[in-house]
């Protein structure tokens, strides 16, 4: 349940060899094909799109991934490439250019079997990019929304993630981005107890204090507990050692740990389950203070759910609202890959 690290050095050599390159690659002659109900200079639409990438490639279909990532290619070169557009956002051509490359790459992972981790990392550099046009996206994303009447995407300020493998769903705001683990993988049958962060998002500016929202699960602990079913007590205690002993929480100071149950009046809860809830300090190397506050549950004895909220120490309550209905909006189902059955946890 670390925060994640940013590949600084791997997204460096990925925006620097778009740079590079940018003048001398030949894209596909389909990106440039237009897409029905695009709009010109509409950086919003971009930003949805690529966020629709993301979660189709972590729901394991490539292919829509690509879909996706085209369509955006297709709005994004209109904005690029119309010079009657004034206060045209600089650096679009080099962003089109990355979103190319992204695409060719994952067409080659779809029919080869190149480190899936090299699509991760284009994925995640491309979302760091569209960060820099997050005042452009937030004025014109809602008339997006209401442009494409025929997706699934929800009015209003926040988006929906759904992650099909893990049968995650929560909303985030809509110029916040995602991030895939570079460790992300599907659900297996296979024991492990790690923590496994299945996304982020976060609001990329240093000065609002890197407000991070992550949901992750641990599956099959009641084997390393040697118990079914495990409580949510033991949960607690696990997740609270973790973090007292790793070094990714330098001068760990805790604040809070309790965890609810039948028998008092907390209020912690987490998709209807109860909840336990630990909240501590720590000072990042580069960050300084740093506040994270974290709810985990147990579904059906087995599994371990956990979505963390982490910001400065000064801009911790400014985003706690956020953090508030985000939390509410996390939801579980229990897929196929999990379970012989379906079940749905509202």
């Not at 690529?50 to 729901?59: E, H, L, P, Y």
């Not at 994004?76 to 962003?95: E, F, H, R, Y």
């Amino acid at each position: 349940m670390c925060e994640l690290i940013r590949s600084s050095q791997a997204v460096l050599i990925v925006i620097l060899l778009s740079y590079l390159l940018l003048y001398s690659y030949q894209f596909d002659s389909n990106l440039f094909a237009q897409v029905d109900g695009y709009y010109s200079n509409n950086l919003g639409l971009v930003k949805i799109l690529v966020d629709k990438a993301i979660q189709t490639f972590q729901n394991n279909s490539t292919k829509d991934a690509i879909t996706h990532l085209r369509e955006a290619s297709a709005e994004l070169m209109v904005s690029a490439m119309d010079n009657n557009i004034k206060n045209k956002p600089a650096g679009l051509d080099a962003l089109a250019f990355l979103l190319g490359h992204t695409i060719k790459l994952l067409s080659e992972n779809n029919t080869t079997t190149l480190p899936k981790n090299s699509s991760i990392l284009y994925l995640n550099t491309l979302e760091e990019q569209l960060g820099r046009y997050l005042p452009a996206i937030s004025s014109n994303i809602e008339n997006s929304i209401n442009r494409t009447a025929s997706t699934t995407f929800p009015k209003g300020p926040f988006l929906e993630y759904k992650n099909e493998p893990y049968g995650l769903k929560v909303q985030y705001p809509h110029n916040w981005i995602i991030r895939i683990n570079n460790n992300y993988s599907l659900p297996s049958t296979s024991s492990y107890s790690h923590p496994q962060v299945i996304g982020s998002f976060y609001l990329p500016n240093s000065t609002e204090g890197l407000p991070f929202f992550y949901i992750g699960v641990n599956s099959n602990l009641s084997k390393q507990f040697k118990q079914f079913p495990f409580t949510l007590q033991q949960y607690l205690n696990k997740s609270l050692q973790s973090k007292k002993n790793s070094s990714s929480f330098p001068d760990f100071k805790l604040i809070e740990a309790t965890a609810a149950n039948q028998n008092n009046n907390n209020n912690n809860s987490l998709a209807g389950f109860p909840a336990y809830r630990i909240l501590w300090t720590y000072k990042h190397p580069t960050y300084g203070m740093r506040k994270l506050m974290e709810f985990g549950i147990v579904v059906h004895g087995s599994k371990g759910y956990f979505v963390d909220y982490a910001a400065s120490l000064d801009k911790f309550s400014k985003y706690l609202p956020i953090f508030q209905s985000m939390k509410n909006s996390f939801k579980i189902s229990i897929c196929n890959t999990w379970s012989n059955k379906t079940t749905t946890i509202r």
